[in-house]
């Protein structure tokens, strides 16, 4: 899940609630001079600026922020909660490692740019009236998942890579079902599921065998769907986003011009 927020310019006490996922957090616009004061007493103080991260693991101690703007600038914040069970299923699969081996440090003011890139593109979409979706959400969980594990873990983790390349008919298998559900929400698990590996490397060996990632490639085929419609058909644009497996009408007509450059109407009255 993703949230996005604007900061005061000003916070004292704040307690983070006590939630079970694991807390990403990034920074955007002016920096902020944070301090963090925990149970025992201890404390850390610090600023955080723009494109950097608060990484906070779902099982910590109590603790009390506050903050100050350091400039006019507005703070803005990304807040993404990566479920604790999704890393440690994760771990378990990849590496064969013991979950409870598994463990995240409290991190403040960090930088990682695929992470940040991760982020960056996940916030694009929150703001988009129909953000891209459930597979999309799913691949960017798993990316992050897998990058914590390799950099951030407590433990030594070495992950178990697949070298191989999906063969034609699972190819096949995975394109019938995604057309014969173009029209419903498709997750990973359920492409995935096809061919019968786990997400993470059916997400692999699809971008390894064709050079897209799963939601590119449903989305693809989204369009090709609203194009055979548009050209044959006099269907209403909001019919056409239905059947295609878009929204609505109006994120057809915003991917659809972000993908072929011309408006859902436009390309109706060219062909």
Known sequence: MAEAFLEPTQLQGWIPPDIPDITLILFAGGPLHMEQRYENGSGTTLVVREGELVLRPSVIAPYEVGWK???????????LHLNRNLLLHTAQELTGADPAQ??????AGFQDPLLVQIALALWAELEQSAPAGKLYAQTAAQMIAVHLLRHYTSAQIRIKEVSQYLTQRQMKRVTDFVLADLHQEL????????VGFSPYHFARLFRQTTGESPHQFVMRQRIEKAQHLLRGTNAPLAHVAFESGFANQSHLTRIFKRYLGITPKAYRRKY
Request: no cysteine.
């Open 69 to 79: 703007g350091l400039s006019s600038t507005p703070t803005r914040t990304l807040h």
């Open 102 to 107: 598994i463990s995240l440090p409290r991190r």
């Open 187 to 194: 997750s990973l698990e359920a492409l995935a599921e096809q």
